[in-house]
Nanobody, 120 residues
């Protein structure tokens, strides 16, 4: 049974940092990523990483501020978020794909989401 368990969300002031974690289990994943959904908006891609090779991709608005990484031994992916802005406020979802493909291809599995709130 596939499980994606997120942690690390919370409330932070603008300019602060948070690190999200997503522990995966149940099968091998070719790629994992983070998406977010702000109130009244559609879910959007944030970042993704290929499990083999470690190549990454980011949405333009987080480049230079967010870093996605993985720990193969722990089967865990992280999202280090620095210089947070109020517009980063959203529910952040971990995603995983069990098929090869591009980092922006659709994901098969989703976590329950973790709230990130950035105050101004």
């Amino acid at each position: 049974q596939v499980q994606l368990v997120e942690s690390g969300g919370g409330l932070v002031q603008a300019g602060g940092s948070l690190r999200l974690s997503c522990a995966a289990s149940g099968r091998f994943f070719y790629a994992m990523g983070w998406y977010r959904q702000a109130p009244g908006k559609e879910r959007e891609f944030v970042a993704a990483i290929r499990w083999i090779g470690g190549s990454t991709d980011y949405t333009d608005s987080v480049k230079g501020r967010f870093t996605i990484s993985r720990d193969n031994a722990k089967n865990t992916v992280y999202l280090q978020m620095n210089s947070l802005k109020p517009e980063d406020t959203a529910v952040y979802y971990c995603a995983a794909r069990g098929r090869p493909g591009a980092l922006l291809d659709p994901y098969d599995y989703w976590g329950q989401g973790t709230q990130v709130t950035v105050s101004s």
